[in-house]
């Protein structure tokens, strides 16, 4: 029971780390919220704490350093426009209370604990689809949620930033089909296929996989007075690195006993890929690199060609200094 419950922790945490991969106002929310209820501050660091890799837990961050960086950003998207007309710290207060309505919504709709609970109630009587289906119904109710925090988070953005915004809030969405298609129906079915026992197998790996892909954007050591809220952006990097992750991931839950959960999980990353322009990108990077490998192994071809000529040349003038 444990080990399924500590998986299905697994497959919630990469849902979320995959979502935050690509969405900025979650990454927003995250690094800024306080959450109403102490118990879900509980559940969401238990959250992280089963799916970060060692030596990355909750940074040492005080509310004013949060509010500082929030406070910075809005002004910096906003640069352009007069002084008078930007009021940056009211903006910064804005998203904070919309953050914290967002996640008194979100957890108002699903306690994380709570659907974990029914999932391992429901899952030796066969009604997994009962639980998804009573959550699923709940989805117009959070995009919502999530629709009414974006519109107070854009004016924290800049012309490019909200550019990838509309692409990042696509993706949100075609996420949350997936979970909820037919009531959860994939879901189910990598609970029924053993995919909580699989990703708790390969659990160290995939920690290994998140630090390599994405360790350069979660320093251990976080000196707090030096940092800035990063572009908020799906670009060409974060594309490579996203389909770095998914390889790396993919690979090592296929050596588990069933095909199935590598198989879900794979298809989650591919919606990602293909409501934004990562599939492109993608694509040119794998061509790029079939292009060099080419050319390189023509180039040692033609070396070799080149070195037994030579080789033939030197043996040929040999012989007839001898002779």
């Not at 604990?113 to 709940?138: I, N, Q, S």
Request: overall charge negative.
């Amino acid at each position: 029971m444990e080990t399924t419950l500590n998986g299905s922790r697994r497959l919630l945490a990469l849902c979320v780390a995959l979502i935050g991969c690509c969405c900025c106002c979650c990454s927003l929310a995250a690094a800024e919220l306080q959450l109403p209820n102490a118990s879900n501050i509980k559940d969401l660091n238990e959250l992280g704490a089963h799916y970060l890799p060692a030596g990355y837990g909750p940074a040492n961050v005080s509310l004013a350093d949060l509010q500082r960086l929030l406070e910075q950003k809005c002004a910096k998207a906003n640069a352009a426009l007069p002084a008078s007309e930007v009021n940056a710290t009211k903006l910064s207060d804005d998203i904070q209370q919309a953050g914290g309505k967002l996640m008194e919504c979100l957890n108002g709709l699903a306690n994380i604990t709570v659907v974990l609970d029914e999932v391992e109630r429901a899952r030796p009587l066969g009604d997994l689809d009962v639980v998804f289906e009573k959550y699923c119904l709940r989805l117009p109710q959070a995009r919502q949620c999530l629709t009414d925090f974006n519109a107070v988070l854009l004016p924290c953005l800049t012309r490019e930033e909200r550019q990838h915004n509309a692409v990042m809030q696509r993706i949100i969405g075609k996420l949350l089909d997936f979970v909820c298609y037919k009531n959860g129906d994939q879901i189910a079915l990598f609970i029924a296929e053993q995919g909580p026992e699989c990703l708790e197998q390969h659990k160290d790996n995939m920690g290994r996989c998140l630090e390599k892909s994405f360790g350069h954007y979660m320093p251990s050591q976080l000196n707090i007075s030096t940092v800035e809220l990063p572009e908020l952006v799906l670009g060409s990097r974060q594309c490579t690195e996203l389909h770095d992750f998914e390889s790396c991931v993919v690979r090592h839950l296929e050596n588990c006993t069933n095909i199935t959960p590598s198989n879900i999980v794979e298809s989650m990353f591919r919606y990602v890929r293909k409501e934004s322009n990562c599939q492109q990108i993608v694509d040119r990077v794998t061509r790029d690199h079939s292009q060099a490998l080419t050319q390189r192994a023509g180039a040692a071809r033609s070396w070799t060609h080149s070195a037994g000529a030579a080789a033939a040349a030197i043996t040929l003038a040999l012989a007839l200094a001898v002779m």
